[in-house]
Every structure is written in C-alpha cells, then in structure tokens.
C-alpha cells in the first residue's frame, strides 16, 4: 500500500519561500511509472494542480505558478519536494502530494495534506 | 474559474438519484482524455471514486457510476446515503496553455 506524508513549515511569511517534502513509502519513485505531484486547495475552495515531476527530474508545471515554483526528486530518500516563492496570502492553503499514472490515468494515492499560511 | 465546469451544489433525499455534471473543452474532455472523479469528505484528501470515465476502484460501491460524453461527462449516485454528503471533483487533463491537469471547481452534495 502506496502512503504519502507532507512535510514542511506550516506559517511561511510573505516574500518568502514556501517549502514542503512528501515522503512516499510503501512504492519506489525510481521504478518509474508514476507521475508526482502537488495540489493545493485554497481555504473553502477548489483543487489547484500546481506541477508534477517523474523520477528522471523531468517536471510539468501549471503555467499560471511556473514562474514561481520548483518541483526536485531525491529518489535516494524516495522524496519529493516542492518550493514556492514570493509567496502572499493568497497562496495560503492545503497542500497535498499525490501520485498520478503516466497515461491519462487518476490520481490513486494522495498525502493527508498540510496547511500552509502565509502571514507575517 | 475552473476549466471543468460543475455545479456549485446538488441536494438529494436519502434513496433518490443525484447527477453531477462536468463540462470542459475540445481541449480536454472533447479531446478524449479520460475523466475522473473524486469524493472528498469534510477534512481529509480527496478520495478516487471513478476512474476513466466509468470505472469504479475496488471498494467504491456501485451507488456510484460515471460517463462522458462529447465534451461532458457526469456522475451519478443512486440510493443516495447519508455519508455520500460531500464535495465531489472532476478532473482531465486538457492540451491548452490553461493547464495540463484540470479539475472542476466541485459541487457540494447535501444528502437532505
């Protein structure tokens, strides 16, 4: 059974940079096959796919946050990170890691999401 | 604004049948990419309820059942139950500058 678990500062301040880990356990990012990401859902909203990366390093960012996000593998650690910078309020919200097949295919497995504030 | 349109809300009394419906694009639904649907109850991740359009994981029960069509696609809940109360996502991926995986913005099911 595939298990992934957030981790990271849950109050990041204004100007900075948001980081979190997801630690997967139960699966090995190396063997290929799976696409993970990260998703954020915004307080009362809806869920925001923000990019996902392969085990090679190959990444796949949503346009409207590329500028400002960076998602690394560290398949030694079978982890996987995600930075955000410059971030304000309203990047306030829950993040989740999740892991999608590489056709097409759902997400199957999801983190139990942290929430991230922004405030100073 | 979602590329994936649902409804906002959606209500039912116990035993009855609900849809919800998603609506994209000729970039993402209409383009054939798969739809899939997720159920998320109050405090916790979304959970996958249909995959491909019209596959159930195990472990979903049949109450619930997808389908797509041209550039929508809908799910249905029959016998509704009290512990279907919760919010319900639709997602594809879309070829667009938009993004590459769309959800809808959710609809909220009250099990009246």
């Known amino acids: 059974q595939v298990q992934l678990q957030e981790s990271g500062p849950g109050l990041v301040k204004p100007s900075q940079t948001l980081s979190l880990t997801c630690t997967v356990s139960?699966?090995?990012?190396?063997?290929?096959?799976?696409?993970w990401s990260w998703i954020r859902q915004h307080p009362g909203k809806g869920l925001e796919w923000i990019g996902y990366?392969?085990?090679?390093?190959?990444?796949y960012y949503n346009p409207s946050l590329k500028s400002r996000v960076t998602i690394s593998v560290d398949t030694s650690k079978n982890q996987f990170s995600l930075k955000l910078s410059s971030v304000t309020a309203a990047d306030t919200a829950v993040y989740y890691c999740?892991?999608?097949?590489?056709?097409?295919?759902?997400?199957?497995?999801w983190g139990q999401g942290t929430l991230v504030t922004v405030s100073s | 604004q979602s590329v994936l349109t649902q409804p906002p809300s959606v209500s039912g009394a116990p035993g009855q049948r609900v849809t919800i419906s998603c609506t994209g694009s000729s970039s993402n639904i209409g383009a054939g990419y798969d739809v899939h649907w997720y159920q998320q109850l109050p405090g916790t991740a979304p959970k996958l309820l249909i995959y491909?359009?019209?596959n159930r994981p195990s472990g979903v029960p049949d109450r619930f059942s997808g389908s797509k069509s041209g550039t929508s696609a809908s799910l249905a809940i029959t016998g509704l139950q009290a512990e279907d109360e919760a919010d319900y996502y639709c997602q594809s991926y879309d070829s667009s500058l938009s993004a590459f995986v769309v959800f809808g913005g959710g609809t909220k099911l009250t099990v009246l």
């Open positions: 491909g359009n019209s």
């Open positions: 999740a892991r999608t097949g590489t056709n097409d295919e759902p997400y199957d497995y």
């Open positions: 139960g699966g090995s990012i190396s063997s290929g096959g799976y696409y």
């Open positions: 990366i392969y085990y090679s390093g190959s990444t």
